[in-house]
């Protein structure tokens, strides 16, 4: 019997009101409980939104944390082979779904426009894979890619 049939009006009123205010998932589960003392599974709670037409609203991303961090030493290394170059242009994204075999993955887009995959396997070493086999980083785009890389994982509470 699905759970859906056994609530009255009054508590899937107060389901959509949960969602409405931004509860997910785990919040929803505990309010069943505790509020309406239903006992269901995370999957159950899962079904029983579907079969009400409760739609939960996505949480509002969190605000990247600005972090003073020291990269002095980053810096003079890129002062000290600047070829002319600017430095940044680097753009890193971290993959939803990680790559076989490593910690975290994903791709990079280089100042030039070149783009690779990159991972970090599980004994802390960097991978890298150009889209373009014939394209090889400088040392320079390098420590642009890992300051990038970096900075965007701190972000990331990595």
């Known amino acids: 019997m699905s759970v859906a049939k056994s609530l009255s ?3 899937v009123a107060q389901i959509r009101s949960w969602a ?5 998932l785990p919040e929803v ?3 069943l409980a505790t509020d309406l003392g239903v006992k269901v599974t995370y999957m159950e709670v899962r079904f029983l939104l579907g079969d009400l037409g409760i739609e939960l609203k996505s949480p509002e991303p969190e605000p990247e944390p600005e972090t003073e ?3 002095s030493d980053f810096d003079e290394a890129l002062d000290a082979d600047d070829d002319g170059a600017s430095p940044g242009g680097v753009r890193v994204t971290f993959s939803e779904l990680v790559r076989p075999g490593t910690a975290v993955s994903g791709r990079v887009t280089f100042a030039n426009g070149k783009t690779a995959e990159w991972w970090v396997d599980q004994m802390g070493r960097l991978g890298l894979n150009p889209d373009d086999r014939e394209f090889r980083p400088s040392e320079t785009e390098m420590m642009e890619f890992q300051r990038e890389l970096q900075r965007v994982a701190r972000s ?3």
């Open 69 to 71: 961090a020291d990269d």
């Open 20 to 24: 409405e205010e931004g509860a997910q």
């Open 9 to 11: 009006e009054d508590q």
């Open 29 to 31: 589960q505990r309010r």
């Open 156 to 158: 990331r509470g990595y």
